[in-house]
């Protein structure tokens, strides 16, 4: 067995090795937009050309074909689409020529057209400041931009971490509102910063770093804004979020943008647990609530223990939305979780009201 895995490992390195050497693709070109040509070496994937020629395409999962997060529209030169890339990529994207950048390899000239959305996405560095453990498997990490940078973004949008030491990015949701991370809203006293929450994936790259090396005063350099999950200003509907797990850190940020501005619209958070160990800011929210009317937060816990000696509601966090929101108001949801938690809230919410196009998500 081992003998074979062995024998396996030599037969891919020697094919890496003579397709370094045997296969040269020369100088190719990489066109964005029809506005800007980059000429390099060919063979590299088109997330690392996009990512080193600081064009920053979202990747959560680190070019693994696994997150479907790094779809650019490639115009021509891409070559056939990958059985990796049909899973994350629809007929109507596939007719607009949207590809995974992490999966096509630039071997001849390539044009790509991304949204000018992305083309706002920057590269920043940033200092941790202070490290706060909410739950035992959840830290708050809080970072001080450098250099008197700031960062604009919207609440709910994420940035990607440069895992220290490796080329390998992962995608955090802001957890603070973001008027800190703006220089001209604070005192020259107060340096732009931003925090976010992470939870421990067991022998996860990042999160392992989070949870056991990271420190104060360290360097961590972070890409984004990234996102189309974001609190929608345009509106004044009641807003029902629901979060989970570290899908309170987006839900913390837009709750406290709107606090900022005095609650203009109700708001309810529905935040779903097992245990009251899991839970985490109650006194922050249980005080938000004390200040504006027009706030509520109601915690569910699934699986409450006697020594949790937990009087609240009781259930999965949908029966809660159930029991507290009387359909007949048009309203909107912002959700945020893990994927069968938001599955099962898109079920109920056209229920109470929230249509569909209401309805904005991120899943992890
Ligand atoms: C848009 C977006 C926003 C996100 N925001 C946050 C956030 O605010 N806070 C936060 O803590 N996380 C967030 N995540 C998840 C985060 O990006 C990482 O996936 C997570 O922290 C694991 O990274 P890692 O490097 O430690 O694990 P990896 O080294 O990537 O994974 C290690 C192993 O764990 C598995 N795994 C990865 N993630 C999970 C998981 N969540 N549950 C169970 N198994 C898993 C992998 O499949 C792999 O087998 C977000 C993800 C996305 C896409
Ligand atoms: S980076 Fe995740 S699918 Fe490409």
Redesign the pocket.
């Known amino acids: 067995m081992l003998v074979m895995a062995g024998l396996l490992i030599t037969v891919a390195v020697v094919l890496l090795v003579a397709e370094r050497i045997l296969i040269s693709y020369g100088e190719c070109s990489v066109t964005i937009n029809d506005k800007q040509c980059i000429q390099v070496e060919g063979g590299e994937t088109l997330l690392s050309v996009l990512n080193r020629h600081k064009l920053f395409v979202?990747s959560?999962?680190?070019g693994k074909a696994?997150?479907g997060?790094c779809k650019v529209v490639v115009r021509g030169g891409a070559g056939t689409i990958l059985p990796t890339e049909e899973i994350f990529i629809n007929k109507a994207e596939r007719e607009l020529g949207m590809r995974l950048a992490c999966q096509v390899r630039v071997e001849r000239p390539v044009r790509v057209q991304m949204p000018e959305t992305l083309l706002g996405a920057r590269e920043y560095t940033s200092e941790v400041l202070a490290v706060e453990q909410l739950t035992y498997d959840?830290r708050l990490i809080r970072f001080g931009l450098k250099g008197g940078d700031e960062v604009h973004f919207k609440p709910g949008q994420?940035v990607q971490l440069l895992?220290p030491g490796t080329d390998?990015y992962?995608?955090?949701?802001?957890?603070s509102p973001p008027s800190r991370a703006l220089a001209s809203r604070l005192s020259s006293l107060v340096s732009p910063e931003f925090e976010?929450?992470?939870?421990?994936?067991?022998?996860?790259?990042?999160?392992?770093?989070?949870h056991s090396a990271v420190e104060k005063g360290d360097e961590v350099r972070f890409t984004g804004p990234?996102?189309d999950?974001y609190l929608h200003e345009d509106s004044n509907r009641e807003i029902v979020a629901i979060g989970g797990?570290?899908?309170?850190?987006?839900m913390r940020s837009i709750i406290l943008h709107l606090a900022e501005q005095g609650m203009p619209r109700k708001v309810t958070l529905f935040f779903g647990a097992r245990r009251r160990r899991d839970l985490f800011y109650v006194a922050e929210f249980q005080a938000l609530e004390r200040l504006y009317p027009n706030f509520r937060y109601l915690p569910a816990l699934s699986e409450p223990r006697p020594e949790d000696h937990w009087t609240g509601e009781t259930g999965f966090i949908t029966q809660t939305v159930q029991k507290h929101i009387v359909p007949g108001r048009e309203r909107e949801a912002v959700l945020?979780g893990?994927p069968p938690m938001i599955d099962a809230a898109m079920r109920v919410l056209p229920r109470i009201g929230v249509q569909p196009e209401h309805t904005y998500f991120?899943?992890?």
């Not at 992962?170 to 957890?175: D, N």
């Not at 797990?245 to 987006?250: E, F, K, R």
């Open positions: 979202p959560a999962c680190g696994t997150c997060f959840t994420y895992v390998q992962r995608a955090y949701s802001v957890a976010l929450i992470i939870r421990r994936v067991p022998g996860g790259l990042c999160t392992g770093w989070i990234f996102g999950f797990g570290s899908g309170m850190a987006p945020c893990p991120d899943k992890f």
